[in-house]
């Protein structure tokens, strides 16, 4: 079984609305997807770092997904890493534990509690 890639912009703001969970590495949210499949996909703002520290950082959570997605991974939903500043120098195997973690809580249906709202949107 194959694991699509996100590639439209759409489908990332989609990931936006569904269960949010945060660890010190990154924050995994979950969606629905109407019977896609498997699919996932990765973000890392400039807040984070230069190109290298992302670049590397996207290296490292495919790896994660490609390792964990397959036996973990909730069947038809999207999953989508955002990276966090923490997330380059973190050990890799915790954050494959934490990985394990906040996918079976997105599996019970559990998130963080909702952010509060920043105000108007511009």
């Keep these: ?4 890639v996100l590639t439209k ?14 660890r010190p590495g990154f924050v995994l949210l979950t969606r629905p997807n109407q019977g896609q499949g498997k699919r996932f996909g990765i973000t890392v703002t400039k807040k984070v770092g230069n190109a290298v520290v992302r670049n590397r ?12 997605l397959p036996a973990e991974g909730l069947p038809d939903h999207d999953h989508v890493l955002v990276g966090r500043a923490g997330g380059i120098t973190r050990d890799f195997q915790r954050m ?5 973690e906040v996918l079976a809580r997105a599996a019970e249906g559990k998130g963080d509690r909702p952010r509060r709202s920043r105000g108007p949107q511009r």
């Design 96 to 100: 494959r534990g934490e990985l394990t």
């Design 1 to 4: 079984m194959t694991i699509e």
């Design 9 to 22: 912009r759409a489908d990332f703001l989609a990931a936006n609305k569904g269960l949010r969970n945060a």
């Design 57 to 68: 950082m996207k290296r490292r959570f495919r790896e994660l997904l490609r390792d964990a």
